[in-house]
């Protein structure tokens, strides 16, 4: 990880990836947000999917804090690459594991299906509120330095 990290402040951003996924499971979160910070969030959301089954206890087992901040950054990679198909499975697969935690609002937001008709707009207007409320609840989460981490 160190010589991935060294790689990526060089500049040489294609030995630095190599390096990352060299390092296996320590170094995904890392490539991950190096490949975020360059906005490539395919890359970024699969390299989190795939960390995932090797970052996370089976299921049923509870997250913890840090496995739920893992879950939903994955979520918005996803969301940020457009990723619709695969932002519902990771609804299906650990919505129920997300239900409870500071991270549940953000979670069931980001992988609320689309709109499609108007059944589905006391749905839309439930996340609207929610999203309008969200950067309070964010606040509170970094004010509170136990639950964001």
């Given at each position: 990880?160190?010589?991935?990290?060294?790689?990526?402040?060089?500049?040489?951003?294609?030995?630095?990836?190599?390096?990352?996924?060299s390092a296996g499971?320590?170094?995904?979160?890392?490539?991950?947000?190096?490949?975020?910070?360059?906005?490539?969030?395919?890359?970024?959301?699969?390299?989190?999917?795939?960390?995932?089954?090797?970052?996370?206890?089976?299921?049923?087992?509870?997250?913890?804090?840090?496995?739920?901040?893992?879950?939903?950054?994955?979520?918005?990679?996803?969301?940020?690459?457009?990723?619709?198909?695969?932002?519902e499975a990771l609804?299906?697969?650990?919505?129920?594991?997300?239900?409870?935690?500071?991270?549940?609002?953000?979670?069931?937001?980001?992988?609320?299906?689309?709109?499609?008709?108007?059944?589905?707009?006391?749905?839309?207007?439930?996340?609207?509120?929610?999203?309008?409320?969200?950067?309070?609840?964010?606040?509170?989460?970094?004010?509170?330095?136990?639950?964001?981490?």
């Open positions: 990880v160190a010589e991935a990290r060294a790689l990526a402040r060089l500049g040489a951003v294609e030995e630095a990836v190599r390096a990352y996924r499971p320590e170094g995904a979160p890392e490539l991950a947000e190096f490949l975020a910070a360059r906005q490539d969030w395919s890359g970024a959301a699969a390299t989190l999917q795939a960390h995932l089954a090797v970052a996370l206890p089976p299921a049923p087992q509870p997250l913890g804090d840090d496995e739920r901040q893992l879950v939903a950054r994955t979520a918005a990679l996803l969301a940020l690459s457009g990723d619709s198909a695969a932002l609804r299906t697969a650990h919505a129920a594991r997300m239900s409870g935690g500071a991270l549940e609002d953000t979670f069931a937001l980001l992988t609320a299906g689309p709109v499609g008709g108007v059944g589905d707009l006391p749905r839309a207007r439930a996340e609207l509120e929610l999203a309008r409320a969200l950067p309070a609840r964010l606040d509170r989460l970094r004010a509170s330095p136990g639950e964001a981490r």
